[in-house]
């Protein structure tokens, strides 16, 4: 089962293995994208990335060439998600995922515990490149709101 649905004008994130890897392990938890799209999320940029609605809650996952790369944005992203005005459609909580930043939206239990299982996951593998990092909290202890 082909789990990252090809976009035209991203077709090489469809084969990418670190987005397969997390996309299989949300697949496994009974999370399965209704759409996808490019996904636009500025705080996620440069990269390229794909965004998917859930049953409850969006998702936006940016592919990093690079573990170290991600790693080097995410403190960047998370100041600017704490410095944003911006009307969110569900509360913003970000994931550093290996080469992967992944964005959820929403507030629905079993899906940020399916994110947060789905990174851990896709990390089983580590790829060379990448820092030691330690595993994401649980969903009870990630934080309700973006601090601001």
Same mark, same amino acid.
């Given at each position: 089962?082909h789990?990252?649905? !090809? /976009? !035209? +004008?991203?077709?090489?994130?469809?084969? #990418?293995?670190?987005?397969?890897?997390f996309?299989?392990?949300?697949?496994?938890?009974g999370?399965m994208?209704?759409?996808?799209?490019?996904?636009?999320n500025?705080? $996620?940029r440069?990269?390229?990335?794909?965004?998917?609605?859930?049953?409850?809650?969006?998702l936006?996952?940016?592919?990093?060439?690079?573990?170290? +790369?991600?790693?080097?944005?995410? &403190?960047?992203a998370? =100041?600017? $998600?704490?410095?944003?005005?911006? +009307?969110?459609?569900?509360t913003?909580?970000?994931?550093?995922?290996?080469?992967?930043l !992944?964005?959820?939206?929403? +507030? #629905?239990?079993?899906?940020?515990?399916?994110?947060v299982?789905?990174?851990?996951?896709?990390q089983?593998?580590?790829? &060379? #490149?990448?820092?030691?990092?330690?595993?994401?909290?649980?969903?009870?202890? /990630?934080?309700?709101?973006? &601090? =601001?």
């Open positions: 089962m789990v990252v649905p !090809a /976009l !035209a +004008d991203n077709p090489e994130l469809a084969n #990418d293995p670190e987005l397969i890897l996309m299989t392990a949300l697949a496994e938890r999370l994208p209704h759409s996808v799209d490019t996904s636009q500025a705080v $996620l440069p990269a390229p990335g794909l965004g998917y609605r859930l049953n409850r809650g969006h936006h996952v940016h592919v990093y060439p690079t573990a170290a +790369d991600a790693h080097q944005r995410a &403190p960047q998370r =100041t600017e $998600l704490a410095q944003s005005i911006a +009307d969110w459609i569900g913003p909580h970000l994931f550093e995922c290996g080469r992967l !992944a964005m959820y939206f929403g +507030d #629905d239990h079993a899906e940020l515990t399916a994110v299982e789905a990174c851990a996951a896709s089983q593998t580590p790829t &060379p #490149d990448a820092p030691s990092t330690t595993p994401s909290p649980p969903a009870s202890q /990630l934080p309700s709101r973006v &601090p =601001t």
